[in-house]
């Protein structure tokens, strides 16, 4: 499969679980990042990796904990989490910039639709 | 800290007319302009961007203008289709001189043409 993939599409979780989300991309890229799609809200950018280390992290609560094996692979495990975590998960890739001038444009993934009990 | 904000939230038009999408930004260091069409269920995909050396870019239907001074951009979608219903994001990056795109996000405007 081409592009950004993302699994699992949707997840139902009870705030005790642990699960994990896997994206993964075929572009060639080394950079990836995680967003947090809620609903009537921006975009919110969790985290980002730039040649498989993480050179970004947004606030984001301790229940959330990325992890980058290779510039093809990123995942997001879960554990405790919250109703109001609830929301669409995506995940995107680029190029690292060629410099703070020329950034890259990012592939977005099709998410994980994630519902928190 | 950095903040897109992006106007009108909802838009109706019909089909053959204009549409815009106006969003300014706070970082004037910023220099890098996506916009990203998602339609409903589907992952955002860039449909146009601009770069802080140009004005203006134009791609078919679709336009987009940058003011720097104004910290303003623009969408402009001409004779629109049914097709171009869908939720439109503004964003901004760079300014933070690393290596990586941090983009910020404008909070959406779903365009609704009416056929």
């Known amino acids: 499969e081409t592009g950004v993939t993302q699994t699992p599409r949707h997840l139902v979780m009870g705030m005790t679980n642990k699960k994990s989300l896997k994206c993964e991309q075929h572009l060639g890229h080394n950079a990836m990042y995680w967003y947090k799609q809620s609903a009537k809200k921006p975009l919110e950018l969790m985290f980002v990796?730039?040649?498989?280390?993480?050179?970004e992290n947004n606030s984001v609560p301790s229940r959330f904990s990325p992890e980058c094996p290779n510039s093809s692979h990123l995942f997001l495990h879960l554990h405790t989490l919250q109703p109001e975590d609830s929301a669409l998960y995506l995940c995107?890739?680029?190029?690292?910039?060629?410099?703070?001038?020329?950034?890259?444009?990012?592939?977005f993934g099709p998410g994980t639709r994630l519902t928190v009990l | 800290g950095e903040n897109v904000e992006q106007h009108p939230s909802t838009l109706s038009v019909q089909e053959g007319d204009s549409a815009v999408i106006k969003c300014t930004y706070s970082d004037s260091a910023s220099n890098y302009f996506p916009w990203y069409k998602q339609e409903l269920g589907k992952r955002p995909q860039l449909i146009i961007d601009i770069r802080s050396n140009v004005g203006e870019k134009k791609d078919q239907r679709i336009a987009v203008t940058l003011n720097k001074t104004a910290k303003h951009f623009s969408l402009h979608i001409t004779e629109t289709q049914p097709e171009d219903s869908a939720v439109y994001f503004c964003?901004?990056?760079?300014?933070?001189?690393?290596?990586?795109?941090?983009?910020?996000f404008g909070t959406g405007t779903l365009l609704a043409v009416q056929p």
């Open positions: 995107a890739s680029s190029q690292l910039a060629g410099g703070p001038g020329f950034p890259h444009t990012q592939y």
């Open positions: 964003a901004a990056s760079g300014g933070y001189g690393g290596a990586t795109n941090k983009l910020i």
């Open positions: 990796y730039s040649l498989e280390e993480r050179v």
